[in-house]
T-cell receptor, first 113, second 113 residues
């Protein structure tokens, strides 16, 4: 099925551990995004990539790094996880230069203990 | 920069109407509306572009007042399936080709039988 695939769906980390969240889309979209969702705070943009080879910081980039591996894949890395990074993480993609909506992945629920 | 949504929550009976508002202090290129059901990813409903327009999708429609930088989502003759949290996402005129969105904190809509 066409769409955005995120892995893993659930993850528990200990403080200080590192991990990479994977995201891949098969819709040939140029732009990809990483958001985190915390209760009562909506979705906040962590990083985005307007096109292959470019990445930019969003509203809450501290503690994260990203890699746009190719047009399909956009990964999010936590180098040293902290309890404040406990959240649900969503990857999304969209067309560039076209006014279409975002397609979201199903999310990764991350708990840092 | 986060758009302000109101109300925060609304409870309806089936068949009743509701209006959700979204306002921004910045000049907007577009306003998106998404619905998210519990434990699921946000799903795109519609996009409105600067220039002021109104769109419809089933019994859900929206308007965009460019002068006020405000958008409203109208749900008429609500159905049980309309329950969920509604988010507006705004793209600034200055956001460039990525059109990255800033989301409001959401409006929780509950439709009762």
């Amino acid at each position: 099925n066409a769409g955005v695939t995120q892995t893993p769906k659930f993850q528990v980390l200990k403080t200080g551990q590192s991990m990479t969240l994977q995201c891949a889309q098969d819709m040939n979209h140029n732009s990809m995004y990483w958001y985190r969702q915390d209760p009562g705070m909506g979705l906040r943009l962590i990083y985005y990539s307007a096109s292959e080879g470019t990445t930019d910081k969003g509203e809450v980039p501290n503690g994260y790094n990203v890699s746009r591996l190719n047009k399909r894949e956009f990964s999010l890395r936590l180098e040293s996880a902290a309890p404040s990074q406990t959240s649900v993480y969503f990857c999304a993609s969209s067309e560039t230069y076209r006014d279409y909506g975002y397609t979201f992945g199903s999310g990764t629920r991350l708990t840092v203990v | 920069q986060q758009p302000v949504q109101s109300p925060q929550a609304v409870i309806l009976r089936e068949g009743e109407d509701a209006v959700i508002n979204c306002s921004s202090s910045k000049a907007l290129y577009s306003v998106h509306w998404y619905r998210q059901k519990h434990g699921e990813a946000p799903v795109f409903l519609m996009i409105l572009l600067k220039g002021g327009e109104q769109k419809g999708h089933e019994k859900i429609s929206a308007s965009f007042n460019e002068k006020k930088q405000q958008s409203s989502l109208y749900l008429t003759a609500s159905q049980l399936s309309y329950s969920g949290t509604y988010f507006c996402g705004t793209a600034l005129i200055s956001s460039g080709s990525a059109r990255q969105l800033t989301f409001g904190s959401g409006t929780q809509l509950t439709v009762l039988p």
